[in-house]
């Protein structure tokens, strides 16, 4: 089993960046593949981007592929989701999950943990 603690969400203006951070608990981090979905109000949970176990593959929805990067440290078993360029309609609770036996999914299914998410809210 594997706990999520996500962190770096807050208020930012259109236009600036930010750099989400995943902490996973465990030694086991390095054998699931690692995923980021957002939920606005009112909306379902989408997905966002994916990156397999070794961080060689990523998956990146269409919607956010030009402006967010999907990274992970095995060593720190930390995740990251690098945004720039963010938009009003980035607005969002921004959840963590981990998977382990899929490559790169894009369902909220497939994922078998989640963390608690961060709060980011983009002012225009």
């Known amino acids: 089993q594997v706990q999520l603690v996500e962190s770096g969400g807050g208020l930012v203006q259109a236009g600036d960046s930010l750099r989400l951070s995943c902490a996973a608990s465990?030694?086991?981090?390095?054998?699931?593949?690692m995923g980021w979905f957002r939920q606005a109000p009112g909306k379902e949970r989408e997905f966002v981007a994916a990156?397999?176990?070794?961080?060689?593959?990523?998956y990146i929805a269409d919607s956010v592929k030009d402006r967010f990067t999907i990274s992970r440290d095995n060593a720190k078993t930390t995740v990251f989701l690098q945004m720039n360029s963010l938009k009003p309609e980035d607005t969002a609770v921004y959840y963590c999950?981990?998977?382990?036996?899929?490559?790169?999914?894009?369902?909220?299914?497939?994922?078998?943990?989640w963390g608690q998410g961060t709060q980011v809210t983009v002012s225009s």
């Open positions: 990156i397999s176990r070794s961080g060689g593959g990523t």
């Open positions: 999950a981990a998977d382990t036996d899929g490559y790169l999914p894009s369902r909220v299914s497939e994922y078998d943990y």
């Open positions: 465990g030694r086991t981090f390095s054998t699931y593949t």
